[in-house]
T-cell receptor, first 113, second 111 residues
Framework: DAMVIQNPRYQVTQFGKPVTLSCSQT?????MYWYQQKSSQAPKLLFH???????NEADTPDNFQSRRPNTSFCFLDIRSPGLGDAAMYLC????????????FGPGTRLTVT | GENVEQHPSTLSVQEGDSAVIKCTYS??????FPWYKQELGKGPQLIID?????GEKKDQRIAVTLNKTAKHFSLHITETQPEDSAVYFC??????????FGAGTILRVKS
């Protein structure tokens, strides 16, 4: 089945220790998104890619970076995690720039100790 | 930017009853309105969406209605079942493909 896969599902990191979350998709979708969802809150867009074209949200902290080496994979790097970065991180895909539907992966729950 | 308000924040219904969740938005140019269901520990799942050129869309027990003049849209679930219990988010497409989400509604279906 075509799908959005996120690894790991649960990640524990120490305060200030860099961490990378990964997302892969078998949908062959052109657009990939990263969202942050804190407990009992709505998902908040961090950035997205149209193919290799990176689009950062204005209020996304510099601490968050992303890489998309190919169509199938996208990574979220948190350079120096703080306690406030503990959250669920959701990856989503969209078919192309003109398509509105977004399809989410299961998320990675990040804990910062 | 777009402002999306969602009500109620929690909703409890008896199994078999209907549930209605409403969202209002601010930008009259918005033209795409999806609804997502999120179960505990999982990612949001797109359950239904509507575009601005239609007023209503139905898929089995769920329906979405859109009032562009009043800038609100609603999710209707009929004949609710325990497995409908989840958090439901409305969203509105902003510039580009960006979605702005409502705060969510916790739906509990009591059997």
């Amino acid at each position: 089945d075509a799908m959005v896969i996120q690894n790991p599902r649960y990640q524990v990191t120490q305060f200030g220790k860099p961490v990378t979350l990964s997302c892969s998709q078998t949908l062959n979708h052109n657009v990939m998104y990263w969202y942050q969802q804190k407990s009992s809150q709505a998902p908040k867009l961090l950035f997205h890619y149209y193919d290799k074209d990176f689009n950062n949200e204005a209020d996304t902290p510099d601490n968050f970076q992303s890489r998309r080496p190919n169509t199938s994979f996208c990574f979220l790097d948190i350079r120096s995690p703080g306690l406030g970065d503990a959250a669920m991180y959701l990856c989503a895909t969209g078919r192309d720039r003109g398509s509105y539907e977004q399809y989410f992966g299961p998320g990675t729950r990040l804990t910062v100790t | 930017g777009e402002n999306v308000e969602q009500h109620p924040s929690t909703l409890s219904v008896q199994e078999g009853d209907s549930a209605v969740i409403k969202c209002t938005y601010s930008d009259s140019a918005s033209n795409y309105f999806p609804w997502y269901k999120q179960e505990l520990g999982k990612g949001p799942q797109l359950i239904i969406d509507i575009r601005s050129n239609v007023g209503e869309k139905k898929d089995q027990r769920i329906a979405v209605t859109l009032n562009k003049t009043a800038k609100h849209f609603s999710l209707h679930i009929t004949e609710t079942q325990p497995e409908d219990s989840a958090v439901y988010f409305c969203a509105v497409k902003e510039y580009g493909n960006k979605l702005v989400f409502g705060a969510g509604t916790i739906l509990r279906v009591k059997s």
